[in-house]
């Protein structure tokens, strides 16, 4: 998996079961009720979809990723950026990816989404840039203004210059072109 290659592994997959090969060394399935257990580490989450579990999945993700037992958050979730519980919740991640095409769930083909996905990253102070390389070939990959603008500052721009640079290639952005102008 290239994206938990990136980080050395995931530490923590709150959302297990369904997947033939484990995607983090711990994890809680049903019976563990992984939105009633702190996380920790870099977290891998694919939750459960479906309008009784969206919610409840998008506020404890949000909520997770602002303890400091949390390293980052990577979550694999539905894109629906037009209902409240995406906006509220995943709207705050540090980067969004909007991913390519449809995803196809490993040996679950006639389980997988017929509506797009994203992966919303929390903790971008704690990713690799291999992780937002990986990252940037799966989709469209937008980072949030704040989190993008406290980058830049902390790689030595002046605020003017962090500013300047992010309003001239919001437009068409993507990390790639990010890594390029830092």
Same mark, same amino acid.
């Given at each position: 998996?290239?994206?938990?290659?990136?980080? @050395?592994?995931?530490? *923590?997959? !709150?959302?297990? $079961?369904? +997947?033939?090969?484990?995607?983090?060394? =711990?994890?809680?399935?049903? /019976?563990?009720?992984?939105?009633?257990?702190?996380?920790? @580490?870099?977290?891998? *989450?694919? !939750?459960?979809? $479906?309008? +009784?579990?969206?919610?409840?999945?998008? =506020?404890?993700?949000?909520? /997770?990723?602002?303890?400091?037992?949390?390293?980052?958050?990577?979550?694999?979730?539905?894109?629906?950026?037009?209902?409240?519980?995406?906006?509220?919740?995943?709207?705050?991640?540090?980067?969004?990816?909007?991913?390519?095409?449809?995803?196809?769930?490993?040996?679950?083909?006639?389980?997988?989404?017929?509506?797009?996905?994203?992966?919303?990253?929390?903790?971008?102070?704690?990713?690799?840039?291999?992780?937002?390389?990986?990252?940037?070939?799966?989709?469209?990959?937008?980072?949030?203004?704040?989190?993008?603008?406290?980058?830049?500052?902390?790689?030595?721009?002046?605020?003017?210059?962090?500013?300047?640079?992010?309003?001239?290639?919001?437009?068409?952005?993507?990390?790639?072109?990010?890594?390029?102008?830092?």
């Amino acid at each position: 998996y290239p994206l938990a290659d990136s980080l @050395g592994g995931f530490s *923590l997959d !709150p959302a297990s $079961g369904a +997947e033939p090969k484990p995607y983090a060394d =711990e994890r809680y399935t049903v /019976e563990d009720d992984g939105l009633s257990q702190p996380w920790h @580490g870099d977290v891998w *989450l694919n !939750p459960p979809y $479906g309008r +009784e579990f969206n919610d409840r999945w998008a =506020e404890k993700t949000l909520a /997770e990723s602002r303890r400091a037992e949390v390293d980052s958050i990577t979550a694999l979730v539905p894109g629906s950026v037009d209902t409240d519980w995406f906006q509220e919740n995943y709207g705050q991640a540090d980067v969004l990816t909007f991913l390519d095409g449809r995803v196809d769930f490993v040996g679950e083909k006639d389980l997988s989404p017929s509506f797009p996905s994203v992966i919303a990253t929390f903790g971008l102070e704690n990713v690799t840039k291999e992780y937002l390389d990986v990252l940037d070939g799966f989709g469209l990959t937008y980072p949030r203004t704040e989190s993008f603008l406290k980058r830049l500052v902390e790689d030595g721009h002046t605020p003017a210059e962090a500013l300047d640079t992010y309003f001239t290639q919001f437009r068409d952005f993507s990390y790639a072109e990010w890594a390029r102008i830092r």
